[in-house]
């Protein structure tokens, strides 16, 4: 599919033109979360009130924080629950950040045609950040019983990928993607090196000039990986961006599902990211899942266009414009026109 206009025209001439479109679903799902994380931040959601029942307990804790640290301080006056959540908060607070920056940052590299630098910004995100976000939604607790023993080798990559299919089947539990993401599926994109089109064997490529202990990953004779390719290629654009809205999709209901368990969301805007999200993912696929959510798009429009008379048709460019950009444009005189889809949730 085409551009929508999620992004302006100049900054997608170097994306092959019909991957477009994806490009621009994977940021409007980076934007929503960022958009979370930003509003998170301004209210302060994170922060964890406290009721001490006197003034001799706040002067007890205050004591021990300044001689250790909050978290400390919060076990040690019979706040260990508190604490917790303190933690726990901390971390999806600062790993969301950590992630959009990177999945911004790789976003703005495939605009620049320097496709290998994005792999390697990429490959944090997708191969750590998403798991341990998973994994906190999942099952909390045994991940904060992992976290709070101190010995960083229980999350260490070696221990979590001996159960990273159980890490994304209880995500994905509960999220409201269940019907579209599968646990097999995300493992094979992402840490596989035998699968042809997923993203291990182009990151290791990406962060190494020679690859030998693998034969699937193993660098060509008399060659470095990916020293010679031509920037013109488009091989690293249609495996990323076959994959990669897929693999967003996921992260960023993880992302939602963890605000709002830290600050209920509004259920208005959560039903329409959920709505949004998974149209718009449908919509940049082929065949009849695409074309069923864009006549039901279209089922909701009648009448002509205001300007020039043209009878209101939405085809899969409007209905992805609706889902997304909130905006239509007239088949007839291209007028484009504000449509405030998310209102309707």
């Known amino acids: 599919m085409q551009a929508i206009g999620l992004i302006p025209r100049q900054r997608l001439k170097w994306i092959p033109p019909h991957l477009r479109f994806s490009h621009e679903l994977c940021y409007f799902l980076h934007d929503e979360c960022a958009r979370v994380l930003v509003e998170a931040e301004t209210g302060k959601v994170d922060h964890v ?5 006197s003034k001799v307990s706040v002067k007890q804790f205050e004591k021990i924080a300044k001689q250790t640290d909050v978290i400390d301080a919060l076990r040690a006056t019979g706040y260990p629950d508190e604490a917790r959540r303190v933690i726990i908060n901390r971390i999806t607070m600062a790993m969301v950040s950590d992630c959009m920056h990177h999945l911004f940052e790789a976003l703005r590299c495939m605009e620049k045609r320097k496709s290998i630098v994005a792999l390697n910004v990429l490959r944090k995100p997708l191969r750590d950040s998403l798991l341990y976000l998973a994994w906190i939604l999942g099952d909390e607790d045994d991940f904060y019983a992992k976290f709070s023993t101190g010995d960083p080798t229980y999350l260490s990559p070696r221990r979590t990928g001996n159960f990273r299919k159980e890490i994304f089947t209880a995500a994905i539990a509960k999220t409201d993607v269940g019907d579209v993401i599968d646990a097999d ?31 699937e990953l193993k660098t060509s004779p008399e060659n470095f990986n990916f020293i010679f390719r031509n ?6 654009y249609e495996v990323v961006y076959q994959w990669l809205p897929y693999v967003l999709l996921f992260l960023s209901h993880v992302v939602m599902k963890l605000f709002d368990r830290m600050q209920t969301l509004d259920k208005g805007a959560e039903t329409a990211f959920v709505v949004r999200s998974k149209a718009g993912y449908l919509l940049s696929l082929s065949g009849e899942l695409s074309q069923f959510v864009a006549d039901h798009v279209g089922g909701a429009f009648e009448g002509t266009c205001d300007d020039c008379g043209t009878p209101m048709k939405v085809s899969h460019f409007n209905a992805a414009k609706i889902v997304l950009c909130q905006q ?14 998310a209102w309707a949730f």
């Open 231 to 236: 920037a013109a290629d488009d091989d690293v």
């Open 49 to 53: 009130r406290i009721d001490f029942p």
């Open 328 to 341: 239509y444009r007239c088949p007839g005189c291209r007028r484009v026109s504000p449509f405030p889809f």
């Open 185 to 215: 599926r995300l493992i094979e994109l992402i840490y596989d090196r035998k699968c042809a089109y997923g993203f291990e064997g182009y990151f290791q490529h990406a962060v190494h000039l020679i690859t030998i202990e693998n034969i």
